[in-house]
């Protein structure tokens, strides 16, 4: 899934510069059962993020389902049967369906208790509860979401 990444930002001089323009570097394939993958775009440890420095946070950084802080991240999803990643994290989603339709399923302990259904041009602001995306459409769903690290309710924790 190569996508271009522009980063801009300010230079030694405090005037605006383009940083990196290329492709982006923290590509992730899902293991076959749930088939897909993932890039990330931009993460960054803390928030708010510091947008005087230079450095890349998301060259070399090993993938995680979410790291603390802020994550920039495109997601694509095969069709067909493929097993439900379930997980939890401790963030607010702002996920975009740019192409195909995804399924998100709501669950506890692994238990589907909703479904939603969203196509191209949807939206969903996904805060905290645990889910798993499938894509039961016919073409590639490719999801685009931002991340900000939240709190969860007492007694839920990511994983």
């Known amino acids: 899934m190569p996508i271009r990444r522009v980063v801009t930002g300010f230079d ?6 383009v940083l990196f323009d290329g492709a982006a570097p923290g ?14 775009l931009w993460c960054s440890e803390v928030v708010p993020v510091d947008t005087t420095s230079t450095d890349d946070p998301t060259d070399g950084t090993p993938f995680e389902l979410m790291p603390a802080g802020a994550l920039f991240r495109i997601i694509e999803l095969e069709p067909g049967e493929h097993a439900p990643l379930w997980h939890t994290t401790a ?13 998100v399923l709501l669950g ?12 191209a041009g949807d939206t969903l602001v996904h805060r905290g509860p645990r889910h798993a995306w499938v894509n039961r459409g016919p ?10 690290a939240a709190t969860l309710p007492e007694g839920v924790h990511p994983g």
């Open 12 to 17: 030694a001089a405090g005037a605006p510069t």
């Open 27 to 40: 590509e992730m394939q899902f293991p076959p059962a749930v088939g897909g993958s993932a890039v990330d």
């Open 91 to 103: 963030t607010v989603d702002f996920n975009y369906v740019a192409a195909g339709e995804a399924t």
């Open 108 to 119: 506890d302990d692994g238990a589907v208790v909703e479904e939603i259904t969203l196509s």
């Open 139 to 148: 073409e590639v769903c490719r999801l685009v979401s931002a991340c900000v």
